[in-house]
């Protein structure tokens, strides 16, 4: 897989991006493993900016291993800092999808109550409505009236 080329102002971007972010993976004597690149993966793929802290004193290790986890997981290699190494990778966007039935949700309204005695100031509640009532003009909560039910020969003539 490609490693993905940034220039140095993208990387510095991407350090200032990574400075208050912990160390999602860590990586321990057993080395980089198969399940642990599968974690570094899945981290990128949710977070796209992550930091792996790697338990090894060998800096020309910890400098092989950033390289070959940029490539084979085509990232780009941002930064390697003591036993920090940071890994970026663009996040792949989820088509979200939208179901017609979907209903509204609860909402919450500011309703006045106005007092029968003059010179009284109006009461503020605050109603939550569902998304199968609705609010009357004065002020009440009703449940929205159900739709008809449609026999099946008539579904079957439109």
């Given at each position: 897989m490609p490693l993905i080329q940034l220039t140095p102002a993208q990387r510095k971007e991407h350090r200032a991006d990574a400075h208050h972010l912990d160390p999602v993976v860590m990586v321990g004597n057993d080395g980089l493993t198969a399940n642990v690149k599968k974690e570094i993966d899945a981290a990128l793929n949710a977070h796209g900016l992550i930091k792996v802290r790697v338990f090894s004193d060998d800096r020309v290790a910890r400098e092989a291993m950033f390289q070959l986890l940029a490539e084979e997981l085509s990232a780009?290699?941002?930064?390697?800092?003591?036993?920090?190494?940071?890994?970026?990778?663009?996040?792949?966007?989820?088509e979200k999808t939208v179901d017609e039935d979907r209903m509204a949700g609860p909402r919450d309204v500011k309703v006045l109550k106005y007092s029968k005695r003059a010179g009284q100031r109006p009461e503020v509640k605050t109603l939550r409505v569902l998304g199968n009532q609705r609010l009357t003009a004065g002020g009440n909560v009703k449940r929205a009236k159900p739709k008809p039910q449609v026999s099946v020969k008539k579904r079957s003539q439109t």
């Open positions: 780009a290699p941002i930064q390697h800092i003591g036993k920090l190494l940071v890994l970026w990778r663009p996040k792949v966007d989820k």
